[in-house]
Protein backbone atom coordinates (compact mmCIF):
# COMPACT_ATOMS: atom_id res chain seq x y z
CA UNK A 1 0.00 0.00 0.00
CA UNK A 2 1.81 3.41 -1.14
CA UNK A 3 1.21 6.77 0.35
CA UNK A 4 -0.95 8.91 -2.37
CA UNK A 5 0.83 12.07 -4.37
CA UNK A 6 -1.57 14.58 -5.10
CA UNK A 7 -0.22 17.20 -7.46
CA UNK A 8 -0.40 20.84 -6.84
CA UNK A 9 -1.05 20.23 -3.42
CA UNK A 10 0.49 20.07 0.01
CA UNK A 11 1.18 16.11 0.69
CA UNK A 12 1.59 13.98 3.20
CA UNK A 13 4.89 12.44 4.79
CA UNK A 14 5.31 8.47 5.66
CA UNK A 15 7.73 8.18 8.51
CA UNK A 16 8.86 4.19 9.71
CA UNK A 17 9.24 4.69 12.89
CA UNK A 18 12.13 1.95 14.46
CA UNK A 19 11.89 0.74 18.37
CA UNK A 20 14.54 -1.33 19.62
CA UNK A 21 13.99 -1.64 23.60
CA UNK A 22 15.56 -2.39 26.38
CA UNK A 23 14.69 -6.70 26.24
CA UNK A 24 17.07 -6.99 23.11
CA UNK A 25 14.19 -9.15 21.53
CA UNK A 26 14.55 -7.52 18.12
CA UNK A 27 12.90 -4.50 16.52
CA UNK A 28 9.52 -3.25 16.12
CA UNK A 29 8.77 -0.76 12.72
CA UNK A 30 5.58 0.77 12.68
CA UNK A 31 5.03 2.87 8.90
CA UNK A 32 2.97 6.21 9.80
CA UNK A 33 1.10 8.44 7.32
CA UNK A 34 0.97 12.04 8.55
CA UNK A 35 -1.15 14.20 6.47
CA UNK A 36 -0.69 18.03 5.58
CA UNK A 37 -3.01 19.27 8.47
CA UNK A 38 -1.70 21.11 11.60
CA UNK A 39 -2.64 18.42 14.65
CA UNK A 40 0.23 16.31 15.60
CA UNK A 41 -2.59 13.66 15.83
CA UNK A 42 -3.66 13.43 11.67
CA UNK A 43 -2.01 10.26 10.67
CA UNK A 44 -2.91 6.63 9.44
CA UNK A 45 -0.83 3.43 9.78
CA UNK A 46 -0.03 1.86 6.58
CA UNK A 47 2.10 -1.08 8.30
CA UNK A 48 3.39 -3.14 11.43
CA UNK A 49 6.79 -5.47 11.22
CA UNK A 50 8.86 -7.11 13.61
CA UNK A 51 12.46 -8.54 12.95
CA UNK A 52 14.41 -10.78 15.72
CA UNK A 53 18.10 -9.74 17.02
CA UNK A 54 20.58 -12.56 15.28
CA UNK A 55 21.55 -14.11 17.95
CA UNK A 56 25.40 -13.72 18.09
CA UNK A 57 24.25 -9.60 17.78
CA UNK A 58 21.99 -9.82 20.60
CA UNK A 59 24.36 -11.60 22.90
CA UNK A 60 26.70 -8.94 22.35
CA UNK A 61 24.72 -6.26 22.95
CA UNK A 62 23.58 -7.88 26.20
CA UNK A 63 27.17 -8.84 27.31
CA UNK A 64 28.10 -4.83 26.91
CA UNK A 65 25.30 -3.53 29.62
CA UNK A 66 26.68 -6.15 31.98
CA UNK A 67 27.64 -4.28 35.31
CA UNK A 68 31.50 -3.73 35.40
CA UNK A 69 32.04 -4.78 31.71
CA UNK A 70 34.72 -3.14 30.13
CA UNK A 71 35.11 -2.43 26.40
CA UNK A 72 37.24 -0.26 24.09
CA UNK A 73 36.15 2.48 21.89
CA UNK A 74 36.74 0.48 18.75
CA UNK A 75 34.64 -2.61 20.79
CA UNK A 76 32.21 0.09 20.73
CA UNK A 77 32.12 1.80 17.83
CA UNK A 78 31.97 -1.39 15.85
CA UNK A 79 29.00 -2.72 17.62
CA UNK A 80 27.42 0.42 17.09
CA UNK A 81 28.16 -0.08 13.31
CA UNK A 82 27.04 -3.46 13.72
CA UNK A 83 23.73 -2.96 14.63
CA UNK A 84 23.43 -0.04 12.43
CA UNK A 85 23.69 -2.47 9.61
CA UNK A 86 21.28 -5.39 10.88
CA UNK A 87 18.72 -2.35 11.13
CA UNK A 88 19.46 -0.83 7.79
CA UNK A 89 18.69 -4.74 6.46
CA UNK A 90 15.84 -5.15 8.42
CA UNK A 91 14.36 -1.78 7.67
CA UNK A 92 14.88 -2.28 3.86
CA UNK A 93 12.62 -5.18 4.29
CA UNK A 94 10.13 -3.58 6.34
CA UNK A 95 9.56 -0.61 4.10
CA UNK A 96 9.55 -2.56 0.72
CA UNK A 97 6.46 -1.40 -1.24
CA UNK A 98 5.57 1.99 1.08
CA UNK A 99 6.97 5.41 -0.10
CA UNK A 100 9.04 6.21 3.23
CA UNK A 101 10.45 9.33 3.34
CA UNK A 102 11.93 9.06 6.71
CA UNK A 103 13.19 6.29 9.29
CA UNK A 104 13.17 7.74 12.89
CA UNK A 105 15.52 5.16 15.26
CA UNK A 106 15.34 4.58 18.80
CA UNK A 107 18.51 2.54 18.70
CA UNK A 108 19.62 0.50 21.16
CA UNK A 109 20.16 1.85 24.58
CA UNK A 110 23.59 0.62 26.29
CA UNK A 111 23.32 3.50 29.11
CA UNK A 112 21.31 5.84 30.79
CA UNK A 113 21.95 7.96 33.56
CA UNK A 114 19.46 10.14 34.16
CA UNK A 115 21.05 12.06 37.21
CA UNK A 116 24.91 11.69 36.08
CA UNK A 117 27.25 14.43 37.52
CA UNK A 118 30.14 15.72 35.59
CA UNK A 119 32.90 17.88 36.11
CA UNK A 120 33.41 21.54 33.70
CA UNK A 121 35.05 24.14 33.84
CA UNK A 122 34.41 27.14 36.75
CA UNK A 123 34.16 30.48 35.00
CA UNK A 124 34.01 31.94 38.76
CA UNK A 125 37.37 30.34 39.60
CA UNK A 126 40.47 32.20 39.07
CA UNK A 127 42.44 29.34 39.07
CA UNK A 128 40.70 27.89 35.93
CA UNK A 129 39.34 25.15 38.40
CA UNK A 130 36.51 22.60 38.03
CA UNK A 131 32.97 22.60 39.29
CA UNK A 132 30.68 19.69 39.77
CA UNK A 133 27.01 19.56 37.95
CA UNK A 134 23.66 17.25 37.77
CA UNK A 135 24.15 16.52 33.41
CA UNK A 136 22.30 13.25 32.53
CA UNK A 137 23.94 11.21 30.18
CA UNK A 138 22.20 8.15 27.70
CA UNK A 139 23.81 6.13 25.35
CA UNK A 140 21.71 4.64 22.18
CA UNK A 141 23.66 2.82 19.44
CA UNK A 142 22.74 1.96 15.88
CA UNK A 143 24.84 4.23 13.65
CA UNK A 144 22.11 6.78 11.79
CA UNK A 145 25.11 6.42 8.91
CA UNK A 146 24.19 2.81 8.15
CA UNK A 147 21.11 3.28 8.53
CA UNK A 148 20.89 5.83 5.79
CA UNK A 149 23.26 4.75 3.10
CA UNK A 150 21.09 1.23 3.57
CA UNK A 151 18.13 2.47 3.15
CA UNK A 152 19.03 5.52 0.92
CA UNK A 153 16.28 7.39 3.24
CA UNK A 154 16.66 10.57 5.58
CA UNK A 155 17.26 9.35 8.78
CA UNK A 156 16.12 10.51 12.57
CA UNK A 157 18.02 9.08 15.35
CA UNK A 158 19.24 10.42 18.85
CA UNK A 159 16.17 11.21 20.54
CA UNK A 160 16.94 11.51 24.13
CA UNK A 161 19.98 13.69 23.67
CA UNK A 162 18.40 17.22 23.87
CA UNK A 163 16.24 16.59 26.17
CA UNK A 164 18.55 15.42 28.83
CA UNK A 165 20.81 18.63 27.83
CA UNK A 166 17.73 20.68 28.79
CA UNK A 167 18.04 19.41 32.11
CA UNK A 168 15.26 16.45 31.57
CA UNK A 169 15.58 12.73 32.14
CA UNK A 170 15.60 11.68 28.66
CA UNK A 171 12.87 9.91 29.64
CA UNK A 172 9.31 8.65 29.49
CA UNK A 173 9.40 10.24 25.96
CA UNK A 174 6.17 8.38 24.76
CA UNK A 175 3.65 10.28 27.29
CA UNK A 176 2.73 12.46 24.58
CA UNK A 177 1.89 9.88 22.02
CA UNK A 178 -0.29 8.39 24.51
CA UNK A 179 -1.86 11.21 25.30
CA UNK A 180 -2.41 12.03 21.45
CA UNK A 181 -3.32 8.00 21.07
CA UNK A 182 -5.81 8.55 24.18
CA UNK A 183 -7.57 11.28 22.18
CA UNK A 184 -8.12 9.59 19.19
CA UNK A 185 -9.14 5.73 20.36
CA UNK A 186 -11.09 6.85 23.66
CA UNK A 187 -14.16 8.63 24.53
CA UNK A 188 -14.56 11.65 26.22
CA UNK A 189 -16.34 9.69 29.13
CA UNK A 190 -13.55 7.67 29.68
CA UNK A 191 -10.59 10.38 29.49
CA UNK A 192 -13.24 12.26 32.35
CA UNK A 193 -12.35 9.27 34.80
CA UNK A 194 -8.64 9.26 34.42
CA UNK A 195 -6.93 6.83 32.26
CA UNK A 196 -3.37 5.82 32.58
CA UNK A 197 -1.52 3.63 29.60
CA UNK A 198 1.35 1.58 30.80
CA UNK A 199 4.06 0.42 28.91
CA UNK A 200 5.56 -2.80 29.80
CA UNK A 201 9.24 -3.43 27.76
CA UNK A 202 12.36 -3.96 29.05
CA UNK A 203 11.51 -1.35 31.29
CA UNK A 204 8.11 -0.39 32.46
CA UNK A 205 6.81 3.43 32.56
CA UNK A 206 3.31 4.87 33.35
CA UNK A 207 1.53 7.90 31.44
CA UNK A 208 -1.17 9.35 33.40
CA UNK A 209 -3.56 11.29 31.53
CA UNK A 210 -5.70 13.86 34.11
CA UNK A 211 -8.96 14.58 32.99
CA UNK A 212 -7.52 18.44 32.82
CA UNK A 213 -5.39 17.51 30.35
CA UNK A 214 -2.00 17.09 32.67
CA UNK A 215 0.42 14.40 32.00
CA UNK A 216 2.08 12.77 34.66
CA UNK A 217 4.72 10.01 33.89
CA UNK A 218 7.83 8.35 35.44
CA UNK A 219 9.43 4.90 34.31
CA UNK A 220 8.55 2.23 37.57
CA UNK A 221 11.66 -0.25 37.39
CA UNK A 222 12.08 -3.03 35.52
CA UNK A 223 9.26 -4.46 32.93
CA UNK A 224 10.09 -7.77 31.00
CA UNK A 225 14.39 -7.16 31.41
CA UNK A 226 14.68 -9.59 34.49
CA UNK A 227 11.38 -11.81 33.80
CA UNK A 228 13.35 -12.59 30.20
CA UNK A 229 16.64 -13.57 31.72
CA UNK A 230 15.12 -16.10 33.91
CA UNK A 231 12.79 -17.54 31.22
CA UNK A 232 16.04 -18.11 29.30
CA UNK A 233 17.38 -20.17 31.68
CA UNK A 234 14.17 -21.72 32.84
CA UNK A 235 13.99 -23.20 29.13
CA UNK A 236 17.69 -23.60 28.92
CA UNK A 237 17.50 -20.99 26.01
CA UNK A 238 14.70 -22.74 23.97
CA UNK A 239 13.01 -19.11 25.12
CA UNK A 240 13.74 -15.89 24.92
CA UNK A 241 10.45 -14.53 27.15
CA UNK A 242 7.99 -16.16 29.43
CA UNK A 243 5.25 -16.82 26.67
CA UNK A 244 2.09 -15.34 27.90
CA UNK A 245 3.40 -15.84 31.56
CA UNK A 246 3.00 -19.73 31.56
CA UNK A 247 6.02 -20.57 33.66
CA UNK A 248 5.57 -17.64 36.27
CA UNK A 249 2.04 -18.87 36.85
CA UNK A 250 3.85 -23.17 37.35
CA UNK A 251 5.91 -21.28 39.53
CA UNK A 252 4.96 -19.44 43.25
CA UNK A 253 7.42 -16.50 43.81
CA UNK A 254 9.81 -15.98 46.32
CA UNK A 255 7.92 -13.10 48.43
CA UNK A 256 10.84 -12.47 50.67
CA UNK A 257 12.85 -11.86 47.52
CA UNK A 258 10.30 -9.25 46.38
CA UNK A 259 10.20 -7.18 49.50
CA UNK A 260 13.88 -6.71 49.47
CA UNK A 261 13.62 -5.93 45.70
CA UNK A 262 11.07 -3.31 46.79
CA UNK A 263 13.41 -1.12 49.23
CA UNK A 264 15.37 -0.24 46.27
CA UNK A 265 16.33 3.40 46.19
CA UNK A 266 14.43 4.05 42.60
CA UNK A 267 11.16 3.19 43.76
CA UNK A 268 11.45 5.83 46.62
CA UNK A 269 12.25 8.83 44.45
CA UNK A 270 9.35 10.74 43.52
CA UNK A 271 8.89 11.95 39.52
CA UNK A 272 10.45 13.04 37.14
CA UNK A 273 12.30 10.08 36.80
CA UNK A 274 13.56 7.26 34.57
CA UNK A 275 15.71 4.29 34.74
CA UNK A 276 17.45 0.94 32.77
CA UNK A 277 19.77 -1.64 33.71
CA UNK A 278 22.13 0.57 34.87
CA UNK A 279 19.89 1.12 38.27
CA UNK A 280 18.54 -2.82 37.68
CA UNK A 281 21.41 -4.85 36.29
CA UNK A 282 20.46 -8.78 36.37
CA UNK A 283 23.64 -9.44 38.85
CA UNK A 284 20.61 -7.00 41.56
CA UNK A 285 17.75 -9.87 40.82
CA UNK A 286 20.80 -12.75 40.92
CA UNK A 287 22.16 -12.34 44.28
CA UNK A 288 18.67 -11.17 45.53
CA UNK A 289 17.66 -14.50 44.85
CA UNK A 290 20.92 -16.10 45.94
CA UNK A 291 20.90 -14.20 49.30
CA UNK A 292 17.13 -15.14 50.31
CA UNK A 293 17.93 -18.61 49.44
CA UNK A 294 20.38 -18.79 51.36
CA UNK A 295 22.06 -20.96 48.32
CA UNK A 296 24.01 -20.27 45.43
CA UNK A 297 21.96 -22.26 43.00
CA UNK A 298 18.94 -20.65 41.77
CA UNK A 299 15.21 -22.63 40.32
CA UNK A 300 14.36 -20.85 37.60
CA UNK A 301 11.33 -21.15 37.42
CA UNK A 302 10.73 -19.55 40.76
CA UNK A 303 12.90 -16.94 39.37
CA UNK A 304 10.44 -16.23 36.73
CA UNK A 305 7.79 -16.10 38.71
CA UNK A 306 9.21 -14.17 41.42
CA UNK A 307 10.50 -11.30 38.65
CA UNK A 308 6.59 -11.51 37.30
CA UNK A 309 5.83 -10.54 40.93
CA UNK A 310 8.42 -8.25 41.61
CA UNK A 311 7.27 -6.09 38.17
CA UNK A 312 3.94 -6.52 39.14
CA UNK A 313 4.14 -5.27 42.77
CA UNK A 314 6.16 -2.10 41.66
CA UNK A 315 3.62 -1.23 39.30
CA UNK A 316 0.84 -1.27 41.32
CA UNK A 317 3.45 0.42 43.79
CA UNK A 318 3.67 3.50 41.63
CA UNK A 319 0.03 3.92 40.89
CA UNK A 320 -0.46 3.69 45.03
CA UNK A 321 2.31 6.12 45.53
CA UNK A 322 2.03 8.60 43.27
CA UNK A 323 -1.68 8.92 41.84
CA UNK A 324 -4.38 6.79 43.97
CA UNK A 325 -3.31 8.39 46.93
CA UNK A 326 -2.55 12.01 45.96
CA UNK A 327 -6.26 12.01 45.16
CA UNK A 328 -6.33 11.88 41.40
CA UNK A 329 -8.97 9.74 39.38
CA UNK A 330 -7.79 6.71 38.06
CA UNK A 331 -10.82 4.38 36.28
CA UNK A 332 -8.55 2.18 33.58
CA UNK A 333 -4.87 1.27 32.81
CA UNK A 334 -4.40 0.11 29.34
CA UNK A 335 -1.13 -2.25 29.02
CA UNK A 336 0.89 -1.77 25.87
CA UNK A 337 4.38 -3.28 25.10
CA UNK A 338 5.47 -6.85 25.48
CA UNK A 339 4.40 -7.33 28.65
CA UNK A 340 1.12 -6.43 27.73
CA UNK A 341 0.85 -9.92 26.43
CA UNK A 342 2.03 -11.90 29.77
CA UNK A 343 -1.55 -13.08 31.21
CA UNK A 344 -0.05 -14.11 34.48
CA UNK A 345 1.40 -10.58 34.59
CA UNK A 346 -1.53 -8.76 33.74
CA UNK A 347 -3.57 -11.05 36.54
CA UNK A 348 -0.78 -10.18 39.24
CA UNK A 349 -1.14 -6.29 38.26
CA UNK A 350 -5.04 -6.67 38.51
CA UNK A 351 -5.20 -8.29 41.79
CA UNK A 352 -3.13 -5.44 42.91
CA UNK A 353 -5.44 -2.50 41.68
CA UNK A 354 -8.61 -3.92 41.72
CA UNK A 355 -8.89 -2.89 45.57
CA UNK A 356 -8.89 0.70 44.21
CA UNK A 357 -11.57 0.18 41.93
CA UNK A 358 -9.30 0.41 38.88
CA UNK A 359 -9.81 -1.68 35.86
CA UNK A 360 -6.28 -3.19 34.13
CA UNK A 361 -6.90 -4.30 30.48
CA UNK A 362 -4.24 -4.78 27.66
CA UNK A 363 -4.65 -3.51 24.20
CA UNK A 364 -5.06 -5.81 21.66
CA UNK A 365 -5.52 -5.89 18.16
CA UNK A 366 -5.03 -7.27 14.96
CA UNK A 367 -1.03 -6.60 13.23
CA UNK A 368 -2.36 -3.76 11.23
CA UNK A 369 -4.57 -1.85 14.22
CA UNK A 370 -3.47 1.08 16.17
CA UNK A 371 -4.61 -1.01 19.08
CA UNK A 372 -1.89 -3.65 18.38
CA UNK A 373 0.21 -2.98 22.00
CA UNK A 374 3.32 -4.30 20.40
CA UNK A 375 3.66 -1.49 18.19
CA UNK A 376 2.55 1.46 20.27
CA UNK A 377 6.46 2.61 20.31
CA UNK A 378 7.20 2.40 17.55
CA UNK A 379 4.24 4.51 15.97
CA UNK A 380 5.61 7.03 18.84
CA UNK A 381 8.82 7.37 17.56
CA UNK A 382 7.72 7.89 14.30
CA UNK A 383 5.28 10.75 15.64
CA UNK A 384 8.81 12.03 17.20
CA UNK A 385 10.46 11.73 13.85
CA UNK A 386 7.82 13.74 12.14
CA UNK A 387 7.78 16.40 15.05
CA UNK A 388 12.02 16.46 14.70
CA UNK A 389 11.80 17.29 11.15
CA UNK A 390 9.55 20.71 12.48
CA UNK A 391 11.91 21.45 15.26
CA UNK A 392 9.06 20.57 17.44
CA UNK A 393 10.15 18.93 20.87
CA UNK A 394 8.33 15.91 22.56
CA UNK A 395 9.54 16.20 25.93
CA UNK A 396 7.88 17.97 29.00
CA UNK A 397 6.54 17.99 32.53
CA UNK A 398 7.25 14.51 32.78
CA UNK A 399 10.57 14.24 31.59
CA UNK A 400 11.15 17.67 33.78
CA UNK A 401 13.02 19.16 30.78
CA UNK A 402 13.64 23.04 31.54
CA UNK A 403 12.92 24.76 28.10
CA UNK A 404 13.41 24.26 25.20
CA UNK A 405 15.18 20.73 24.38
CA UNK A 406 16.73 19.86 21.03
CA UNK A 407 14.30 16.83 19.65
CA UNK A 408 16.55 14.75 17.29
CA UNK A 409 19.77 14.05 14.87
CA UNK A 410 19.16 14.11 11.39
CA UNK A 411 21.01 12.35 8.93
CA UNK A 412 20.31 13.74 5.52
CA UNK A 413 19.55 10.74 3.08
CA UNK A 414 19.80 10.30 -0.82
CA UNK A 415 16.24 12.06 -1.00
CA UNK A 416 17.06 14.57 1.83
CA UNK A 417 16.54 17.49 -0.80
CA UNK A 418 12.71 15.74 -1.56
CA UNK A 419 12.11 15.49 1.64
CA UNK A 420 12.83 19.34 2.25
CA UNK A 421 10.45 20.47 -0.99
CA UNK A 422 7.96 18.12 1.31
CA UNK A 423 8.38 19.60 4.29
CA UNK A 424 8.61 23.38 3.14
CA UNK A 425 4.50 22.49 2.16
CA UNK A 426 3.63 21.11 5.15
CA UNK A 427 2.60 22.68 8.72
CA UNK A 428 2.58 20.32 11.25
CA UNK A 429 1.22 22.40 15.02
CA UNK A 430 3.03 22.16 18.53
CA UNK A 431 1.89 20.12 20.89
CA UNK A 432 -1.00 21.78 23.48
Known sequence: MRARRTEGKKQSLVVAGVMTGTSCDGLDLSILDFSPSASISSWSILHNASYGYPDALRRDVLKIQKSGTRVSIRELLELDRRVGLWLGDAINRGIKGHAVDAIAIHGQTIAHHPDARVQVPDSDSKKGGLKEIVSGLTLQIASPEAVAVATRKTV??????????????????????????????????????????????????????????SILAFDTGPGNA??????????????????NGDIAASAKPRLETVRLLMKHRFLKQTPPKSTGRDDFPISLFESALKREAGRTEIDFRTAVSTATEFTAASIVDAYQKHIIESGAPLKKVLLCGGGALNLELLRRIQDGLERYGVEVVSMNSSDQDEWNPQYIEAQAFALFGRMALSGLPYGGAWTGVKGFGPPARITPGENFSSLLRKLAGSTIGRAK
Open 156 to 213: ISHFRDGDLAAGGQGAPLVPLFHREWAKRHLSRSELRKGVAIHNIGGISNLSYLHPKG
Open 226 to 243: WMDWAAARASRGKQTFDR
